[in-house]
């Protein structure tokens, strides 16, 4: 089992930064790929960012490449995902997921992740 928690949600204006934290626990981390998705209000939840077990390979949506990465700290069973240059339409529930998997192929694909934090709002005002 795997447990995430996520925290640094919140309100900020165009153009500027967070910083999402996903706090891991359970033995198996180190083996999982992490991944962070999205979903606003009347949409469906959509991919963001994921790497690898080894966080050697990462995957970005398009939507956020160059302005989001995604980052990992297995000593302490952490998760990051740095946002800049936010956008209002990067509002929406952001949540942690985790991926029982040591390939170094990375999804985006919600199905395959096994694992879901309850998810954290961010709100970019314009």
């Known amino acids: 089992q795997v447990q995430l928690v996520e925290s640094g949600g919140g309100l900020v204006q165009a153009g500027g930064s967070l910083r999402l934290s996903c706090a891991a626990s359970?033995?198996?981390?180190?083996?999982?790929?992490m991944g962070w998705f999205r979903q606003a209000p009347g949409k469906e939840r959509e991919f963001v960012a994921a790497?690898?077990?080894?966080?050697?390979?990462?995957y970005y949506a398009d939507s956020v490449k160059g302005r989001f990465t995604i980052s990992r700290d297995s000593a302490k069973n952490m998760v990051y995902l740095q946002m800049n240059s936010l956008k209002p339409e990067d509002t929406a529930v952001y949540y942690c997921?985790?991926?029982?998997?040591?390939?170094?192929?990375?999804?985006?694909?919600?199905?395959?992740?096994?694992?879901w934090g309850q998810g954290t709002q961010i709100t970019v005002s314009s």
């Open positions: 997921a985790a991926r029982l998997f040591q390939g170094t192929v990375v999804s985006g694909k919600a199905s395959d992740y096994n694992y």
């Open positions: 359970g033995r198996t981390f180190s083996r999982n790929a």
């Open positions: 790497n690898s077990w080894s966080g050697g390979s990462t």
